[in-house]
T-cell receptor, first 111, second 113 residues
């Protein structure tokens, strides 16, 4: 079945550091790929998405590129802020539209 | 209105109680979902409703009973739960069943004593 594997962390960075959170996937066909963010005590918010190979999703300074050849969708941000502290989930949807999440990566950004 | 609203935010219940979680959206979305999220774990899909009909049931125990009274409402009826059912229950919706961007509610945190 479809699945997502992401680095579990936790990840601790200083403000303005470069962020990479790795995500790889296993899927039949051509899944859509997502990054969701969950702030403490809240539900999940869509951060960015990509629906086909070589698409780049971007939002709030975060980027991820759909790489079919490496089955990856790594999340990057050039300069993190304290307000980016949250849990980040990589996810995919397959042909029947059920969304599967990775384990989540907790990011803490220190001033 | 671009929100999914879940009530209650917190619920404590005994193993013999019957309670319900409620989810509401007024975005005209035609697919609604229940997810269960244990602490420090990803959300796990429980149920999917498409056009008010149950389309996916991920082998969830019968002590969880979903209901979709209309296109804006989704309920999760709880009966005879176990302590291990304690979790954050997330509702989500999407414009169409095949439009795969989900909008999530803030969740209902359930504690079973």
């Amino acid at each position: 079945g479809n699945s997502v594997t992401q680095m579990e962390g936790p990840v601790t960075l200083s403000e303005e550091a470069f962020l990479t959170i790795n995500c790889t996937y296993t899927a039949t066909g051509y899944p859509s790929l997502f990054w969701y963010v969950q702030y403490p005590g809240e539900g999940l918010q869509l951060l960015l998405k990509a629906t086909k190979a070589d698409d780049k999703g971007s939002n709030k300074g975060f980027e991820a590129t759909y790489r079919k050849e490496t089955t990856s969708f790594h999340l990057e941000k050039g300069s993190v802020q304290v307000s980016d502290s949250a849990v980040y989930f990589c996810a995919l949807t397959g042909y029947n539209n059920d969304m599967r999440f990775g384990a989540g990566t907790r990011l803490t950004v220190k001033p | 209105d671009t929100e999914v609203t879940q009530t209650p935010k917190h619920l404590v219940m005994g193993m013999t109680n019957k309670k319900s979680l409620k989810c509401e959206q007024h975005m005209g979305h035609r697919a609604m979902y229940w997810y269960k999220q244990k602490a420090k774990k990803p959300p796990e899909l429980m149920f999917v409703y498409s056009y008010e009909k149950l389309s996916i049931n991920e082998s969830v125990p019968s002590r969880f009973s979903p209901e979709c009274p209309n296109s804006s409402l989704l309920n999760l009826h709880l009966h005879a739960l176990q302590p291990e059912d304690s979790a954050l229950y997330l509702c989500a919706s999407s414009q169409e069943p095949w439009a795969n961007v989900l909008t999530f509610g803030a969740g209902s945190r359930l504690t079973v004593l």
